[in-house]
């Protein structure tokens, strides 16, 4: 009888909706963490029958994840992996949640205009920065703790609402290393920037910042290109990086879990294509990255 493929190995909350997956998940950490002889302990700790539990270890047994060894149900190496990036995966989800979930009473924002002490006032992301205006129009709000004049930093207290923020898009230019040479390269480049003049600009690798450098672009973020993006994108700010194709593979490992519509991979000489969509070739690629990444 061939082996069976392994289970799906739940990498968010939402995928423990597919069956088999939590009694799998916890078969396995039952067996990893004690000496289990019998099945019965593990049917009453999971509470299910005994024939349950015999039919899940059946399953995981054929797939190779666990086995009868000396009379102790064990996991195998490729069980104890398959629980441990199962584990991994769900408490990174539920972190991110968590994180969502933060209240917030105080904070600080830049003023918009001349806000006098104690006065209502809206507050919403503007390039990335919290800013607060007089008025209580906005969805969310708070007060003033003191005044302050344009541009000057504000405490607002007693803060209400829920305060949306559109991720930011990230656009990645990639180009093949051959195109450096091309003289028409920098104009195309150069074109393609003028579409989208303002947020983050970014280079990965040598050559990329070069080029931007050699067409006279506004200030080039050289260092932690990836992690910057993704904090201007989770505060409503759009970026572009160019690179060269060679570097895209290790780029797009950092963007595991992005939404779709906010990560557009182009290459320079292709046609754009439409807001919230990757071109053919692009995807496999980000989407293989995506599976690897939980």
């Not at 067409?215 to 505060?235: D, K, P, T, W």
């Not at 990560?263 to 919230?276: D, H, K, T």
């Amino acid at each position: 009888m061939g082996r069976e493929s392994a289970p799906a190995r739940p990498a968010r909350l939402t995928d423990l909706r597919r069956g088999g997956s939590v009694t799998a998940l916890l078969f396995l950490y039952e067996c990893t963490t004690g000496e289990r002889t019998r099945l019965q302990p593990i049917a009453e700790q999971l509470e299910l029958t005994v024939q349950a539990v015999s039919h899940v270890f059946r399953q995981l047994r054929r797939a190779g994840l666990v086995e009868l060894r000396a009379g102790v149900y064990r996991p195998t190496v490729a069980g104890v992996a398959w629980l441990h990036g199962a584990l991994g995966s769900l408490q990174q989800d539920l972190t991110e949640r968590l994180a969502s979930l933060r209240v917030f009473r105080r904070a600080r924002a830049i003023a918009q205009s001349s806000i006098a002490a104690d006065t209502t006032v809206s507050l919403e992301m503007q390039e990335g920065w919290l800013v607060a205006r007089p008025g209580s129009s906005g969805p969310s709000r708070g007060r003033a703790v003191g005044s302050a004049r344009a541009g000057e930093l504000l405490e607002v207290v007693e803060l209400d609402g829920i305060l949306p923020i559109v991720p930011g898009r990230i656009r990645v230019l990639s180009l093949p290393e051959s195109e450096l040479s091309d003289a028409g390269t920098a104009g195309r480049l150069r074109q393609r920037l003028q579409s989208e003049p303002s947020g983050i600009l970014g280079a990965v690798g040598l050559e990329a910042w070069q080029l931007l450098r050699t067409i006279g672009s506004r200030s080039v973020e050289r260092f932690g290109v990836g992690a910057g993006v993704l904090e201007a994108s989770r505060l409503g700010v759009d970026s572009t990086v160019v690179l060269l194709e060679t570097e895209l593979p290790r780029f797009l490992t950092e963007f595991a879990g992005v939404p779709p519509d906010s990560l557009v991979v182009e290459r320079l000489n292709s046609e754009r294509p439409r807001p919230g969509t990757r071109p053919r070739g692009s995807r496999g690629a980000v989407d293989r990255r995506a599976r690897r990444g939980r």
